[in-house]
């Protein structure tokens, strides 16, 4: 069983650029998440695909936009970067969009906006 | 507006005795809770959940109970071990999955 891979694992970025984070979801699971983990505080929802339509969103704003794909494989974009989009993105996994269970996170990938 | 806090940023133990980490929301529509462990450059693991009618739930050595009334849960570990010093994350639910996380508590389980 393939578990939750992110790519890149760290990046440098500056401010006002461009970027695309990338997800492959866990083997047998339809239903991608994306979170924001800044240094010190707990992850913080983004939005989240079932099916590769968004189906549900966090408080962030447009310029964070996403993708998910018929092989349930995801990206996350973000736009025109600001230094506060440093942190830690993570990607997470499950197998139903209704269900309550548990979420399999990836390791996540490090952006740093300078 | 924080809807799920851990207000211990941090917790020191001694290996054996029992490790309490407690949770506090404010949102009464969260239906489930759950709690992450996270070790350094990995993604937060899954360990325990509870839904809203329960009151308790148990595996092994974790152990989750929820207060409705007080809109508090707490984590016990029992016996705590070296291997459990890591983030504790407090979760909470009510949409399906898109879950809100507290700040966490480190957890140092010392031999």
């Known amino acids: 069983e393939t578990g939750v891979t992110q790519s890149p694992t760290h990046l440098i970025k500056t401010r006002g650029q461009q970027v695309t984070l990338r997800c492959s979801s866990q083997?047998?699971?339809?239903?991608v998440s994306w979170y924001q983990q800044a240094l010190g505080q707990g992850p913080q929802f983004i939005f989240q695909y079932y099916r590769e339509e968004e189906n549900g969103r966090g408080n962030f704003p447009p310029r964070f936009s996403g993708l998910q794909f018929p092989n349930y494989s995801s990206e996350l974009n973000v736009n025109a970067l600001e230094l506060d989009d440093s942190a830690l993105y993570l990607c997470?996994?499950?197998?139903?969009?209704?269900?309550?269970?548990?979420?399999?996170f990836g390791e996540g990938s490090r952006l740093t906006v300078l | 507006d924080q809807q799920v806090k851990q207000n211990s940023p941090s917790l020191s133990v001694q290996e054996g005795r029992i490790s309490i980490l407690n949770c506090d929301y404010t949102n009464s529509m969260f239906d489930y809770f759950l709690w992450y462990k996270k070790y350094p450059a990995e993604g937060p693991t899954f360990l325990i959940s509870i839904s809203s009618i329960k009151d308790k739930n148990e595996d092994g050595r974790f152990t989750v109970f929820l207060n409705k009334s007080a809109k508090h849960l707490s984590l016990h570990i029992v016996p705590s071990q070296p291997g459990d010093s890591a983030v504790y994350f407090c979760a909470a639910d009510n949409a399906g999955n898109m879950l809100t996380f507290g700040g966490g508590t480190r957890l140092m389980v010392k031999p």
């Open positions: 083997s047998g699971h339809n239903t």
């Open positions: 997470a996994s499950s197998s139903d969009r209704g269900s309550t269970g548990e979420l399999f």
